[in-house]
């Protein structure tokens, strides 16, 4: 468990699918996740038994739950790890609208680059956000995470085309 001062990261858990599911299966989030279809039970309990050991599936799902009440208010990927070269691909989604805008994110951020350099060996991080996602942007920024790249109209969203600003962090 990877604890700050305002949120704790631990594994995701079998007793987890459930609030997973949810999170999702939510519409609101599939544009920022990349999402399309919902998924079932079935598949979110293969994706947390697939994600158990990071060094075979090359991906790992961190919980981030508030310290003081431990209850869950989102999750930080790291993802298409690349342990050879050293680098990985995070998301991260706080799914409890009310925890936002709280510092929870940028925490669970600094808390996964830690792990990220010392635990996995791994010297850069990368992102890749929508170019309306100001909210995102700014907290990667926060981070210490600096735009590197454009891909122009990379995503498709209600019919209208939109880039993807791509982010590195040097661990």
């Not at 604890?3 to 704790?8: D, N, P, R, V």
């Not at 075979?56 to 869950?72: P, V």
């Not at 990927?77 to 940028?106: C, H, P």
């Amino acid at each position: 468990m990877l604890t700050g001062t305002k949120i704790k990261l631990r594994a995701v858990e079998p007793n987890d699918a459930t609030i997973i599911y949810l999170w999702e299966n939510d519409v609101e989030n599939w544009r920022f996740t990349n999402t399309d279809a919902p998924l079932s039970m079935f598949e979110i309990y293969q994706i947390i038994e697939e994600q158990r050991v990071v060094r075979e599936s090359g991906q790992l799902r961190l919980l981030i739950l508030e310290l003081e009440s431990e209850k869950i208010v989102g999750a930080v990927d790291l993802y298409s790890i690349d342990f050879k070269n050293g680098f990985g691909t995070v998301g991260i989604l706080i799914a409890e609208k009310q925890y936002r805008q709280k510092g929870f994110a940028l925490e669970s951020l600094n808390l996964l680059a830690e792990y990220a350099k010392i635990h996995l060996n791994l010297s850069n991080l990368a992102c890749g956000i929508q170019a309306s996602n100001n909210s995102s942007q700014q907290l990667f920024e926060k981070a210490g995470f600096r735009m590197v790249g454009i891909r122009k109209n990379w995503f498709l969203y209600d019919g209208k085309r939109e880039d993807e600003y791509l982010y590195q962090l040097e661990l």
